[in-house]
């Protein structure tokens, strides 16, 4: 049976953790299972979305868009059900080229040279497409749920489609919920040179070697509250339900693209809770502030044990800092 597929399962929430610790399990005999039923969907054009969705649609909907290649699960099941215990309705979707969403055909376009072009100011060239696509992707996600609004929160690149979407779709976007992000301009939120060689690095495909490097950089992107066993078990799962490193190369090209938010996001009349760390390492506190200075009618909530992660121990200030901006 080396290499088997065999499925057997419908789609759940439990089916999905019970599966992936079966895979880990059986990953060297070459064993894997699967899902028996088609999973949640949505289509923009040709690109299919993989999403989920938790609590009551009759509550305020919290659209989740998760960073830099990073999937969905980002957003911990646990942290949805808090979120959704807080009375919303709560959706996480994987973006394109990461996850089990579309994978974008052809080669990947050149990182050092888009990063050298946007670091320098410069036209970065044609690229497969932009973060006003990726939110377009998000759009799409709630028509396939019938929802017409909803309070958008994105971190990290997830931030700057939050800031993209309420940009390009007003009347889509209830509030804007930025968190360690930034508004796109090359003078604020840049990283520091451990943590931006940390993400320009070539990950191993091999899985053990794979998961210890995605620990390695969760330790190097967190705050004070990083947690190495939490930290593997994350990183196991995700290499587990999708690994796709080819991704960060479109979705760098994607941010390059978009270039500096600034002047649109001045033009918003939409409230904003913005949320960092001061001891984000990836995108640093300016870019944050930054991000509140632009959006006049925001809020800004700095953290000092927050780096560039969602830590547990903060989950109870996150959800009740969202659920007071969702309630204004």
């Known amino acids: 049976m080396n290499g088997a597929s065999v499925c057997i399962f419908p789609k759940t929430q439990s089916s999905r953790a019970l599966i992936a610790k079966f895979n880990r399990c059986g990953h ?15 289509m923009n054009n040709d690109t299919v979305l ?3 969705s938790f609590g009551d649609p009759a509550d305020p909907t919290v659209l989740l868009i998760m960073g830099f290649t990073a999937q969905m699960t980002a957003w911990p099941l646990e942290l949805c059900e808090q979120i959704v215990g807080a ?3 709560v959706v996480r979707f994987d973006n394109r080229d990461c996850g089990l969403s579309s994978k974008t055909a052809g080669d990947p376009p050149d990182v050092m040279k888009i990063v050298t072009a946007a670091l320098a100011g410069l036209p970065v060239g044609d690229v497969p497409y932009s973060l006003s696509d ?10 396939a749920l019938g929802i017409k609004q909803a309070h958008i929160a994105g971190a990290s690149m997830g931030g700057m489609i939050t800031q993209q979407m309420a940009i390009d779709y007003p009347t889509r976007v209830a509030s804007i919920i930025s968190i ?6 090359p003078s604020v939120g840049q990283a520091n040179p451990d943590a931006l060689a940390a993400m320009l690095g070539v990950p191993p495909s091999e899985r053990s070697a794979a998961i210890e490097r995605n620990v390695e950089l969760r330790r190097i992107f967190s705050g004070p509250l990083f947690n190495e066993d939490r930290a593997r078990e994350t990183a196991t799962a995700a290499y587990d339900r999708s690994f796709y490193p ?4 479109f979705q760098i090209a994607a941010m390059a693209k978009t270039g500096d938010r600034t002047e649109a996001l001045q033009q918003l009349d939409h409230r904003a ?22 959006i006049s009618q ?3 909530l700095m953290i000092d044990e927050m780096g560039h992660d969602l830590p547990r121990p903060l989950w109870d200030r996150f959800v009740s800092a969202i659920s007071t901006h969702v309630a204004a």
């Open 28 to 42: 060297d005999a070459g064993l894997r299972l699967t899902y028996s039923l088609t999973v949640p969907q949505a």
């Open 50 to 52: 993989e999403y989920d």
């Open 87 to 89: 009375g919303h309705h």
């Open 134 to 143: 990726m939110a377009s992707d998000a759009v799409a996600v709630l028509d």
């Open 180 to 185: 360690m992000s930034t508004t796109g301009a």
């Open 246 to 249: 080819s991704g960060a190369a």
């Open 273 to 294: 809770l913005i949320i960092h760390g001061t001891a984000d390492p990836v995108i640093t506190p300016s870019g944050g502030e930054a991000t509140a200075a632009a």
């Open 298 to 300: 925001s809020t800004l």
